[in-house]
């Protein structure tokens, strides 16, 4: 109990320089921990793919939450079996993995590990949840378990994330044999969590990594990362909650940006969890002491790091879309503006495009709200049947004529607008076509009309710097 105490204690002063040190501006080259989670004890759930992702990726931002004896609440949609094919081996390895989270979040609070059985319902689903045990420190510490398959990197694997995404299947089974889900029953069921934890952030990996490969060498991610990223994200936009996003693999190749007291909490933690994790897949083990777990290269490179995913602000004249995309050969900038086609005087499609400052992602509108590319004021953008493009101004042109439709959701307020057209119709940046991982094709979401009604998606919405009113 001694010990736990002064774990406790240590935890709760490194949470108070952690949240200290996350009020800091970002540095502007990124070596330096970008855009940390807020400060204040905010109640968090945590959305992520593995039962370990939160750990590697999202600390040390957990660690300060659950050491302040913030609400937090973490959600694994898959098991995490790695692919294993002998099921009684892929059971022992969940359990592990299981195992290893428990005693790391226990480890986080301070807290025995000692862990009640409970279970979590969410559209009319029972879902396999625990809370750790006791009144005191960690009281408000939950982890619930989807039980997915793992799809593994390429989401090659027949019940994964990637094919239910992809639209390859209308619905995924879990490992235990429950209930299936379709993609609606999935985001729904997530939406479901926000609100059942009256969440005030939500924290998941990075949404807008697009290809896919083995390897954690920081090219690419693991394909149930950044599946898992899109689905919280839009669970996040059904329920008005700002979601904060942290990249995965391609953290790898970044500076080293953590502090050594951040760093080597940070380590003690993931020691903990690999401590009752790495079990032979043959049997589930006594777990190990932290002290006897040697990190490798891959695990330091993770634990040494956190990045989150952010966009930053429009420029002026430019029309930056919500949705993102990073692939292996578009490089690591997620900013997606509208762009006008080259030599805009001549009529054709607009499309989303890697932000690069070029003139054919500048933008002007009239009082007409007609939406004119500043090559040519001549020309507007113009409702199609599917999309959009450039034709010669007409006046009184209903499909020249867009509607800024403001964000609106009181507990996350932002400057963000869907732009709604001629019936109804609103600009959207489809992200549903992904590349192969060293394809060189579907760089960028494709630009699409649809209904406005409906829920708030992430691909209805745009921002803009001094451009409509």
Known sequence: MARLMRTAAVLAAFASALCTAASVAPHPTAARVTAAAPSACRRTLVVVAH?????????????????????????????????EEVPQ????????????????YAEMAGAPDVWTADTVHADGRGIRSFRLAGSGRGKDVRLTFLGLYDGKPKGGRPQSLLRLFKANRKAITPMQGALSYTEEQLVSVLASLIRQARADTVLTLDPDVASFAAGTDG????????????????????????????????????????????????????????????????HVCVPAKEAEVVLGRTYRSWVERRYQRTHRDPRPGEILADVGRTTRHSGDTAEQCLTAPAGSWNSGPVRLHACDGSPEQKWN???????????????????????????????????????PLPWNAPRWQRTAWRLSGARNRCLYQNDRHLPRW????????????VDCTGPPLPGLYWRWASLLS
């Not at 081996?89 to 790391?104: T, W």
């Not at 500043?374 to 493009?389: E, F, H, I, V, W």
């Open 219 to 282: 090219r690419v991610d693991h394909s149930d990362h950044a599946i898992t990223a899109r689905y919280a994200r839009e669970a996040a936009y059904r329920t008005g909650t700002h979601p904060y996003y942290y990249r995965g693999y391609t953290v790898a190749r970044l500076d080293r940006n953590l502090a050594p007291g951040e760093r080597s909490w940070k380590e003690r933690i993931t020691r903990w969890y690999l401590a009752a994790s790495q079990c032979p897949r043959e």
């Open 438 to 449: 060293n394809g060189n094709r579907d760089r960028s979401p494709r630009l699409e009309l």
């Open 365 to 403: 509108t009239a009082a007409d709200h007609t939406i004119r590319p500043r090559l040519n004021p001549k020309y507007c953008l113009t409702a199609q049947d599917t999309s959009a493009g450039l034709l010669p101004c007409r006046p009184s042109d209903t499909n020249q004529s867009w509607r």
């Open 89 to 104: 081996e892929a059971k022992n390895y969940v359990l592990s993995r299981e195992n290893g989270v428990r005693k790391a």
């Open 51 to 83: 039962p370990d992702d939160d750990l590697l990726f999202i600390n040390p931002d957990i660690m300060a939450a659950v050491a302040r004896n913030c609400f937090v609440s973490t959600v694994y949609l898959t098991a995490g079996d790695g692919g």
